[in-house]
Every structure is written in structure tokens, then in C-alpha cells.
């Protein structure tokens, strides 16, 4: 197809992760507003936890909510209407979700056309990859022996193609999040892999409504100013030839469409803005512009793009042992020093069976306490607190040794701590420690099809090259700010500021918005990496990094080794970072006192 300058392409994002309401899929279909109907049910976490179910049943490793509630409940509907729908649902089994959403389509007697996106799977390529010295992209660690799954991080070729051969429904297996959503603008608009300004904002539109309701209101720092929870919309965008987009929501749903809430999504879990790195397309993101059109519509634009890399981002898991933990909550005065006390005690005595019975210790062992706000650390202001969950995490390669202690959580009830109750103090089970990894693979060891049926296709993808890690020009950083020596108060930063943040593996991310264009000055000058780093040293054991975003008036910040090895591998009570946004709001800043005026 060739490019249209008046053509608008509408999409419509029902999922944000797997789990997510069953809300979304006939609240777009209904709404008769949109052209492709995507899902994004995947990420690291996630993939982990589908390794596990394959590990029990063969059949499974795909997110089944897609068949089983979501389609069920819109195919008659997608059909009738003409609505393609595309869905990375397949996970590390994409042939079996296709199958199981065939058997669901011929007992409503429909008979979509199904297109699957094949090569994802590496696994095969591991022991020579192994062999070959490849390590771990993070950690640099080498890679484990023994693999439950290695998944490529396909990008939105395919997808297209499977399009253009007709596909009614496209499910793809490890792709990156925003494929599902630029595949269908590259078969509306023909764009070609050359286009990339138009590439990069065909991929943001995918990140903004990759994680459904981020974009609508959900998780926005003013959440007061969301209205009706319950009803929120989920997103819809109409996608222009030149990769600029709108934002807006069905008619009559809840949440809202706004400037500072797009923002914070366009930020949430990237590292460099200027260098976006994905299969398609390198993008840079730092002189996008968000604008409110009006109370229901922001407008996305300004988007660039350079080549791709030659090489894929391979998402892979491994067991590493097994994994229980176990709660109680301890009520009454000083409650979080006796649930500090019973957790340590619960370890204690568990290690000394340990060693009687010839065990190792455990290779992981963590106390977190809920309500006490240990996240904090020495911000905390909760240290009265007189109602905490106590939550004990331990690892351990021997399923035996959970065993120990999933029968010594229970006896702390009445040996221990006076106010110790809970819920149900049932014994903990031990579960297979699912453990991510991540490394780099070149695209031309990694051949990618579509299958439709007994029909497949070859996908031809572009070698890409070189792509520094940096783009090629850094983003002049802000007007220096200079204090005019009067009054100054200290208020916390979300006075100042939105914020939202997220993971990547054992990265977490802050991005940070002024609400002011003429205050990130300031901003600059009091959230310095030096700053944050200190404001974190409980959390972040790694470098802090910060990069500029002028076309919103923003930054972004990474923290390395911040997650307690982020995902499954953590024991943190926030293994993905969701708080650390909130965490860095608490900030107090140093402001002129006419600015509070």
C-alpha cells in the first residue's frame, strides 16, 4: 500500500499485561471506533512464569486469557465488524494458543484466518552460544547450562507480512511490545524499512498503548484527578502516514486523556530516550512533543529514527532452584521491630535444621516488611507503625530444605511476638525459581516465518549495522538555573513534577516531567544523578544515569543494580520498581517561596 497524507489508521490497545481486566476488548469493539484490535500480554516476569507452566504442561506456555476470556467474548463481534486483531499472546507457545483459539473460533462456527509468527525460539542455538562465550547482558555472567526457554525479540515485519497474506487474527510469540501495534501501520501506510522518522513514531504509538491504561489515566501521579476507576477507558489511537498520532478513549468510559499522563507513559521503562533501541528502528524520543488538543484528544509527534542494529535482544529463562515464601501480620505496639524479630528468628532456626540435617544454607533469604515502609529506608515515617505484614522469601536448590521451612512459618504464631496473626498461616508451597536472563544475538542466526495453516511465508529482514549505544548528538542540557537570593521553601518533588517509573530487568527507571516548562531548570540543578543516587543508597547499589528530554521538558533517570536482580529473581517486595517513582516524589526541593505563592 502506498502512504496517505489524509489516511487514519485507528487502534485500539486491550491489554496491558496478562492479567489484565477483561474490560477492555468489547469496550473497544463496541465502541465501532476502531480498525485493529492489539494485546500485549508479555514481559520478562511473564515469561518466566509461562517457562513454569510449560514446565508442568507441555501444552501450555501461552497466555490463555486471550482465548479463554478475551475472544470468547469479542470474536463473533471482530468478525462481523471487520476488526483485525493481533496479540503477542502466544508467548513461548504461539502453535498453541493459535490451536486453542481455532477450537474456540469452529465452536461459534467462525473461520478466522489465524497467521502465526514463527522464529522467536532460539533455545536450539543455546550450547553454541554457550560454548561460543555469550554472557549475560546485564550481569555478564555466563550463560546457564540448562535453559527452560530463549526467546528473540521479533519485531513488526512479520506481522505486516502476515497481513498482507490475508491474516484475520496475527498471534506472535517474544516480540517487542510495540510490534503488534507498528505492524499494521507499516501494511496501511507502506512504509518500508528506509522511513525511519515514520518507523519511530509508528513504535511510540505502540509504547504508549502497550500497557492499556497507563495511557488513560492509570497510575498518573494526579490520580486524583482520574475520574470512575472502574469504567476507565482504554486507549484508542488514530495513526497518521508521517507517524504522529492522537490519544483518545471511547465515548462514556472512565480515566482521562492527558498531556502529563502521556508523558509519564512515553517514559516509563526506557533507558536513553535518544537511543530507543529496537528491531525496526533505532528511535530518538527527546524532541517529541505532547500536546492537549482538547479534553479528550492529545496529539504525539516529533518522533525520529535512525537505523537499526544488526542484532536481536534474546529474552531467556532458567530454574534455579526452588523458591517459598510466607506471611504473617504482627499487630500492636513497636510492630515492626517484633516482625523484623520473628522474620530473622523464622531464618534463624530454619538454618540451624539445616545444618543438622547436611543442607546448605539458603542461597537467598529476605525480610520484608509491608506497612512499615522499609522501601524507604531512612525516609520511612512509619517507624510507630502498629499493623505489618511480615513476608519471608528464601531460595534454595534442594526442594527439601522448603519443605523445613514452610513447616517452621506457622509456629511463630504462638511462640513468638504477642499480636501475631493473620489471614490463614497455612503452610507455604515451594515453586520452581524461574530466572531471567537476557543477552544479544545477530538477526541472520534467527529466521522468521509466518504460518497460516499449511501456508508459510519466509520473512526477510534487514541486516541492520552498527548502532552506538548513544545517539549521535547528546541533548543540550537546560538553561543553567541561577537562585535570586531571596526566600526559598523545601517542598517534596511531586509539587513540582510527575513521575512514573518501571523495570528492565535489574534496571529501574524514573522518568521525571516538570510541570512547569520554566521549572526543570531548577530541577535540573536539584535532581542531579549524585542526588538521586544518595536519595536511593538503600535501594540502588549500581551508577545512576539521567538524560534529557526538551520536547517535554523532562528527564529520565536509570538505576543500575537497583531490583535485587529485578522480576522473579527478586525477593523485594517491589521487584519491579512500580514504587520508585513514588518513592523519589517524597523528595523535598529547595524552591524561590513565591513559586508557592
Excluded at 509527534?301 to 517459598?324: E, H, I, L, N
Excluded at 530454619?350 to 542461597?363: I, S
Aim: charged fraction near 20%; proline fraction near 7%.
Amino acid at each position: 500500500m502506498t502512504a496517505n497524507s489524509d489516511k487514519v489508521v485507528r487502534i485500539g490497545g486491550a491489554s496491558g499485561f496478562w492479567g489484565d481486566s477483561a474490560l477492555g476488548a468489547p469496550q473497544l469493539v463496541n465502541s465501532g471506533q476502531i480498525d485493529y484490535l492489539v494485546f500485549d500480554y508479555l514481559a520478562e516476569t511473564t515469561m518466566a512464569i509461562m517457562a513454569a507452566a510449560r514446565l508442568k504442561k507441555p501444552e501450555m506456555g501461552y497466555a490463555t486469557d486471550f482465548v479463554d476470556v478475551a475472544m470468547k467474548a469479542v470474536l463473533p463481534e471482530v468478525m462481523k465488524r471487520g476488526i483485525k486483531v493481533l496479540a503477542n499472546a502466544g508467548g513461548i507457545n504461539p502453535q498453541g494458543c493459535a490451536a486453542a483459539l481455532k477450537a474456540l473460533a469452529e465452536s461459534m462456527q467462525l473461520n478466522p484466518r489465524i497467521a502465526i509468527v514463527e522464529g522467536d525460539d532460539v533455545s536450539a542455538l543455546m550450547p553454541a552460544l554457550r560454548e561460543g562465550g555469550a554472557t549475560d547482558m546485564f550481569s555478564g555472567e555466563p550463560l546457564p547450562a540448562k535453559v527452560l526457554s530463549a526467546n528473540a525479540y521479533l519485531g513488526a515485519l512479520p506481522v505486516a507480512k502476515a497481513l498482507a497474506e490475508g491474516a484475520d487474527i496475527v498471534i506472535t510469540g517474544r516480540g517487542v511490545d510495540s510490534a503488534v501495534t507498528l505492524g499494521p501501520l507499516i501494511h496501511e501506510f507502506g512504509w518500508t524499512p528506509g522511513q525511519h522518522d515514520a518507523l519511530a513514531g509508528g513504535s511510540l504509538a505502540g509504547h504508549i498503548i502497550e500497557c492499556g491504561c497507563q495511557a488513560t489515566g492509570g497510575l498518573h501521579t494526579d490520580w486524583e484527578a482520574v475520574p470512575d476507576w472502574p469504567n476507565i477507558g482504554y486507549p484508542i489511537i488514530d495513526c497518521r502516514a508521517d507517524g504522529s498520532f492522537d490519544v483518545r478513549k471511547a465515548e462514556g468510559t472512565g480515566g482521562a486523556i492527558l498531556r502529563a499522563a502521556i508523558a509519564e507513559q512515553m517514559l516509563y521503562e526506557i533507558g536513553d530516550p535518544g537511543s530507543y533501541l529496537l528491531p525496526d528502528v533505532s528511535c530518538d524520543f527527546r524532541e517529541v512533543v505532547i500536546e492537549q488538543i482538547d479534553a479528550h484528544r492529545v496529539r504525539v509527534s516529533g518522533a525520529r529514527g535512525r537505523a537499526p542494529s544488526g542484532q536481536y535482544k534474546v529474552s531467556a529463562t532458567a530454574m534455579d532452584g526452588w523458591r517459598a515464601a510466607g506471611a504473617m501480620v504482627i499487630v500492636g505496639i513497636d510492630a515492626a521491630r517484633k516482625a523484623q524479630r520473628t522474620g530473622e528468628s523464622i531464618l534463624a532456626r530454619c538454618r540451624q535444621m539445616l545444618r543438622q540435617q547436611g543442607l546448605a544454607d539458603f542461597t537467598q533469604a529476605q525480610v520484608a516488611l509491608l506497612g512499615a515502609e522499609t522501601l524507604y529506608g531512612p525516609h520511612s515515617r512509619a517507624q510507630a507503625a502498629r499493623e505489618v505484614m511480615v513476608r519471608v522469601t528464601v531460595n534454595h536448590p534442594d526442594k527439601q530444605a522448603l519443605a523445613i521451612f514452610a513447616r517452621e512459618i506457622a509456629p511463630a504464631g504462638t511462640s513468638w511476638s504477642p499480636g501475631t496473626t493473620g489471614p490463614g498461616l497455612a503452610r507455604p508451597s515451594a515453586s520452581p525459581h524461574i530466572k531471567p536472563f537476557a543477552f544479544l544475538l545477530d538477526k541472520g542466526r534467527v529466521p522468521v516465518r509466518v504460518s497460516m495453516g499449511e501456508q508459510h511465508w519466509a520473512v526477510e529482514i534487514p541486516a541492520g549495522g552498527a548502532v552506538s549505544a548513544a545517539p549521535a548528538l547528546p541533548a543540550p542540557a537546560p538553561a543553567p538555573w541561577q537562585d535570586d537570593g531571596g526566600p526559598q521553601v523545601e517542598v517534596p518533588l511531586v509539587r513540582l513534577a510527575w513521575a512514573r517509573s518501571g523495570d528492565k530487568g535489574n534496571l529501574s527507571n524514573i522518568g521525571v516531567i516538570a510541570r512547569r516548562p520554566e521549572w526543570l531548570p531548577l530541577l535540573w540543578a536539584r535532581l542531579t544523578p549524585e542526588a538521586v543516587q544518595a536519595w536511593f543508597a538503600h535501594l540502588v547499589h549500581g551508577r545512576v544515569e539521567r538524560f534529557h528530554l526538551p520536547g517535554i521538558h523532562a528527564m529520565n533517570f536509570v538505576m543500575h543494580d537497583a531490583l535485587d536482580g529485578g522480576g522473579p529473581a527478586s525477593t523485594r517486595m517491589d521487584p519491579l520498581g512500580k514504587g520508585m517513582g513514588q518513592i523519589l516524589l517524597d523528595m523535598p526541593v529547595r524552591v524561590p517561596a513565591a513559586w508557592m505563592s
